[in-house]
């Protein structure tokens, strides 16, 4: 099962655009969609929904007839999750899940219990195509369990995954068992500083990587070009700054179903990655 | 009875802090000595639930009444569930200004705390 993540350090470079098209051209192939904030993969595609199943974390419970108010719960609390007011207060929204208060509580008054936090929901696009979508909750601030728990399963085929922007925790728990880390990227200052972030990220995280130029215009100096040179990062497709592209996408479509020459591009893509992965 | 205030500097003629928890210092001024005390807010560095913890410290001063320019949910609730009272201050007032005015009870009780303030 190889793993494709698709990452960028600003959102709108194309990392739904970049992954939605190389997922239809791959054989056998499960999009993973981790960008759990706003996930959008899936209207790009056609198919039935085939489950939708709810992710949980774990969170604090306190028992008051066991509590004896020892605090040691609220002080222990690296994430200052438990205020102590005469008793502990939790603060659920702030908590990590890390099962410390639990853990130490003295009269073992403390148990976790399941939070639901957002949902995994399969589309299923054809024989050869699955897409999954991560979805976090309303007024939930943290979506890393459920890209946990998206990535954590067993697929068949070749795995793609649409990170979240960025290179916070979300991006990391996103590339965290990625084989091969495709960084989509404009060719502008802006883009290029961002870009710069997950670089970083990728390296750090000993990852092989790649990068993709997306909306390319021509005739100005590229500082991501000439970085790309001097760390010897491959540049495996450049994407023109195009009407007829931009058109077709947000309309709800691919470019390798509508645009002539297209679907060999992605293809190549693919190849390419492959050939990069073997390396 | 205590007061605190949050503060940048351990002077009571210095200008109440504009944040509440990530303010340097919290003022504490007890009204039958008198006196001004001024503690570290260690919740100024936390890199999560500084709200809380600068609740608890307040808490733990044995205030109970605070005076704030405005505060996060969080920050509220704690101090909503304390039975600590929490009252506006006006902006660019002193310290001095602000205890003046709250025990002479020309400051408004703050009745929500603010969403918005903590980073993602």
């Known amino acids: ?279 | 009875m205590k007061i605190l205030l949050a503060c940048l500097e351990k002077d009571s003629k210095a200008v109440i802090s504009e944040v509440f928890a990530r303010a340097a210092y919290f003022a504490v001024y007890d009204t039958d000595s008198m006196t001004y005390t001024y503690l570290e807010n260690t919740a100024a560095e936390a890199s999560s639930g500084a709200g809380v913890k600068a609740a608890q410290e307040a808490i733990d001063s044995k205030a109970t009444l605070v005076v704030a320019r405005r505060l996060g949910e969080n920050s509220f609730d704690i101090f909503k569930e304390s039975n600590i009272k929490v009252l506006i201050a006006k902006k660019d007032a002193t310290l001095e200004e602000l205890v003046k005015l709250a025990l002479d009870k020309k400051l408004e009780t703050m009745l929500e705390g603010k969403v918005g303030f903590h980073h993602a």
Do not use: W
């Not at chain 1, 974390?57 to 690296?78: A, E, M, Q």
């Open chain 1, 1 to 279: 099962m190889l793993k494709i993540a698709v990452l960028s350090g600003k959102g709108g470079t194309g990392k739904t655009f970049i992954s939605t098209n190389l997922s239809n051209v791959i054989s056998k192939c499960t999009l993973l969609d981790n960008d759990v904030e706003e996930p959008n993969s899936r209207l790009f595609f056609d198919g039935s929904v085939t489950d939708s199943l709810g992710v949980f974390s774990k969170v604090p419970l306190i028992n008051r007839s066991l509590c004896n108010n020892c605090r040691l719960c609220s002080d222990s609390c690296r994430f200052n999750a438990i205020a102590f007011i005469g008793k502990p207060l939790i603060f659920e929204n702030i908590c990590h899940n890390c099962g410390l208060c639990s853990y130490i509580c003295p009269t073992g008054a403390i148990s976790e219990v399941d939070k639901e936090v957002g949902h995994i929901e399969t589309l299923k696009v054809s024989e050869n195509l699955t897409v999954k979508t991560g979805f976090l909750n309303l007024l939930e601030e943290s979506g890393t369990p459920i890209i946990e728990a998206l990535n954590s399963q067993k697929y068949e085929g070749t795995v793609v995954i649409d990170c979240p922007p960025g290179s916070s925790c979300l991006a990391m728990e996103a590339i965290k068992d990625s084989d091969f880390n495709l960084l989509v990227s404009e060719d502008t200052n802006f883009s290029f500083d961002n870009f710069k972030a997950v670089y970083e990220l990728s390296m750090l995280f000993n990852k092989k990587t790649g990068i993709v130029i997306n909306k390319k215009t021509t005739g100005i100096s590229s500082k991501l070009v000439e970085f790309s040179r001097e760390h010897n990062i491959p540049i495996l497709l450049e994407v023109p700054f195009s009407k007829e592209i931009a058109s077709i996408t947000s309309n709800g479509h691919l470019i390798s179903n509508r645009l002539f020459g297209y679907k060999e591009i992605f293809t190549k893509l693919y190849s390419d990655i492959l050939l990069e992965v073997a390396k």
